[in-house]
């Protein structure tokens, strides 16, 4: 950067172009800024628009923007603080950006859902004691069902975010804090202010409505009308379909899934170059310019560094040269550099100069390999192996693209069994808890995992293997990221798991109401597949917009979630859930004895349902404007205090 600012892109008539590490990674850091910038300048309005049509008016469409901002800026000061430790990758503010809007419409959506439906099944009163109380009990009763389901939903994203602190690529590390902080804060928003913001408001959250809310058409025909509007629901006559044919239905699906997923197990991983930039970025021509134009392999060079000051001195240079001499004769060698002369084939073909002399310098000396292979390619691990295995007369670190990748390939592959057992035994625990089965925990995971790898598989369909990359406008490499997937695996599993949350509690809900196996499952369904839907439209708009950016794993990082996040809400929520809970019947909700005690005493219990006709009473019997027995400041003071 510095070079390129002191020198400029004209040097008289000459065009200069600038290439390497340093020139691509700054070439694809602008990029994604610039990107990301524009992406969320489309996204915020689309959302926006969105918000309205769902919510069906103004006033309640405002609350998620308002919980967003809050959850964003939230966010903002705790990787503001998080940086006064250690390093957090600019990149993980825009993750913040689009996760914190995406969760708050999320959590948002479904709390002022169940608001609305609370309140509309509780008779308007228009003597205001009454109606405050009935306010009131609306808010209790979303707090005990939408906000509990949404502090637990919260913690699975949570958890699933912070596996990525298991891997020391700091990258990764920065949008767990990025993520977590964001899903805390939204989740603490949602459960905390938003209540308080509709115990303000009340029946004005309907205020500047487009439409009519269904929840109050539906208690105005009267409790018989909603039943039957109910049962004519899609998300209703759905799952009783799927459940009348579970295993053709569930089978197809999942051989779907499957042949969805089948080319991910030929994915190759590897890391970003030049490619990922557009093809017309000067980085990216300066680079192919020197591999295709020019004979010379020093771009890609491997670097290694003997520490003569751990050895206790440096080496002779006998030493050195013999070393040089071994790395040359190394398949995929084409020359070495070092500080004695340069080598081919064994033999030394020219002797030092001041050039070579400058690889030497007080405790340390450089060799520089030079290859024919590609980096990042089996070619180059295998070469990178083959160096390090060359005994060295003094402790040797081998540097450069090639190694970079082996390194963090080895890292990642390390740790990846700690990130998995975290984001598989923490949300089994948590959904245990909230829900006392052993079965649901396990289906719910499988059923992720289903899906992701469905989605992972059209994900290398299309980047590694090309197919659809004209479309998109990407360079197909014939690898695939190495962190992208473990970025997506940990933020669409919390994001699945939250929609299977929010499912679950409702199927649970009127199973403990009475409601048969099937019944409970279809309600629950149609009570909450609008909605989840909805949630999974307005988030995917906000992953969408990643896939306008120029660079390929960007593009990639927002499609991925998108599709993972749409299959999750509509596909899989609407056959296999029905599907796999028909074929378990009462074993959903099993647990052994002990478990079950330990569930009973320690778990996370949904709050008993009530009857919304017994929490408003009249205490005006004498329709005197007073509670009987008592003064109206009084009363008036009591229900102030009570709001």
Known sequence: SRLRQELGDRLGPLELGY??????FSAVSDRIESDLATAESLAV?????????????LVAAGLPLLVGAVSVLGTFFSLWMVTLFTDVSIFSINLA????????????????SRFREELAARPRSHWAPDEHRAVRAAVL??????????????????VSLSA??????????????????????????????LPALLALLGRRVDLLSLRRHPGTRAAAN????????????????????????PVVVGGAVVLVLLVLGSPFLQARFGVPDERALPGGA?????????????????????????????AGGDPADTEVARYASALSNLDGVTRVDAPTGRYIGGVEVMAADAMLAAYRVPGAIRLGVVSEVVPISADGERLVADIRAVPAPAPAFVGGGAAEFVDSTAAIAERLPWAVAIIVVAPFILLFLMFGSLLVPLKAIVLNVLSLSATFGAMVWIFQEGHLAGALGVTATGLTDTTTPILMFCIAFGLSMDYEVFLLSRIKEEHDKG???????????????????AAALLLAVTFVAFASSGVTFIKLFGLGLALAVLMDATIVRATLVPALMKLAGDANWWAPAPLRRFQERFGLHEAPADDPSDEVIDLDDDGDGSIDGGSPDAQREGDLAAV
Do not use: C
């Open 45 to 57: 309005p689309l959302v926006v628009l969105l918000l309205v049509v769902v919510f069906g008016g």
């Open 222 to 245: 009267g409790v018989a009308a909603k039943e039957r509007n109910i049962a004519d629901g899609f998300w209703y006559r759905r799952a009783h379909a799927v459940m009348r044919h």
């Open 19 to 24: 290439s390497g590490q340093g020139p691509v």
């Open 141 to 158: 009763r979303t707090v005990e069902t939408a906000g509990r389901t949404v502090a637990v939903s919260a913690l699975t994203v949570a």
């Open 97 to 112: 950006t689009a996760l914190g809007l995406g969760l708050a419409i999320d959590y948002s959506l479904f709390i002022v």
């Open 282 to 310: 000067p980085a990216r021509v300066a680079t192919e310019q020197l591999r295709n134009d020019f004979a010379s392999d020093e771009v890609d060079a491997i670097a290694v560094v003997l520490d003569s000051e751990r």
């Open 515 to 533: 409601a048969t196996n099937e019944e409970s499952v279809a309600l629950g369904l149609e009570r909450t597949g609008r909605i989840v839907t």
């Open 164 to 193: 990525l602190l298991v891997f020391p690529l700091y990258f990764l590390r920065s949008f767990a804090f990025a993520g977590v902080g964001v899903t805390l804060v939204a989740a603490a928003t949602s459960v905390v202010a």
